[in-house]
């Protein structure tokens, strides 16, 4: 068991925290709106503190997952930041989709304390959070990341250092990079059928079967069909995604026009009204 606090109770925190405390951990929580976290000490036990400093005084590990870079400095800096309250030793874990450069930065800040600091931004949403099956990338010194990855095993099926500070949140926009193109070429192959005339499930049915296979034909198929999107990764958070990543890239020189094509069109997808569908309604435009 590991004293650990857990920072940031939305649609992915909560159930993330949660499987901590029931792999037996010692789990504080603090979240911005105090009736939230209420509800979660209700459902799962434990303690939750007003402040990010509170939560994490005394803990070995304290967990983040919140919404953007700006969301992550408020908790970690300042008087009542988390930093704050951490002892020399204790080890911060960010499992939000922020930017490389944020990570770098609260890395320093977190050393001039004797903190240790890893990037661990997420792959799998919400069903992924919930089943405790989430694909974890890291970013962090060998040793901080060793103390780390046996509590992460609470709610992940794959976790991996990929290098240093930083490392996990670039690993994070490669995969962010990919999810775009292939949800742009699935909504394009779903409507050609239509127009085709074919049985789109049929096809789907088909074509799954050989190279033309990913996660999301298998898992977002039917619903685009259906024009079911009211549930999964929201497309404003898969612009704030696609931003970091294109940034990224307008730094390193890597081009990206496909990803950047697609960006434009979930902009359309927010103008009609659908920011907080899932990412696969970018068929909507076609």
Known sequence: ?????????????????????????????????????????????????????????GRDLVFACVGNDDDLRSVCLGDEGAFAGMDRGAVFIDHTTA????????????????????????????????????????????DDYARAEPAIAAYARACRLMGPVGAGQLTK???????????????????FAEAAGLDPKQVIDVISKGAAQSWQMENRHETMIARQFDFGFAVDWMRKD???????????GAPLPVTALVDQFYRDVQAKGGGRFDTSSLITRL
């Not at 504080?28 to 509170?54: C, D, L």
């Not at 990079?177 to 949800?183: S, Y």
Request: hydrophobic content about 45%.
């Open 242 to 252: 696609l931003a970091i990543c294109l940034d990224e890239a307008r730094r390193n």
């Open 173 to 191: 926009m490669v995969n962010q990079i990919c999810i775009a193109g292939l949800v742009q070429a699935l909504s394009e192959g779903v409507r």
């Open 99 to 142: 930017s490389a450069n944020v990570a770098r930065e609260l890395a320093g800040e977190a050393a001039l304390k004797g903190v240790g600091f890893v990037d661990a931004p997420v792959s799998g949403g919400q069903a992924g959070a919930e089943n405790g099956k989430l694909t974890v990338m890291c970013g962090g010194g060998a």
């Open 1 to 57: 068991m590991t004293n650990v606090a857990f920072i940031g109770l939305g649609v992915m925190g909560f159930p993330m925290a949660g499987h901590l405390k029931r792999a037996g951990h010692d789990v504080v929580v603090y979240n911005r709106t105090g009736v939230v976290a209420a509800r979660w000490t209700a459902e799962h036990g434990g303690r939750s503190e007003p402040s990010p400093r509170a939560a994490a005084r």
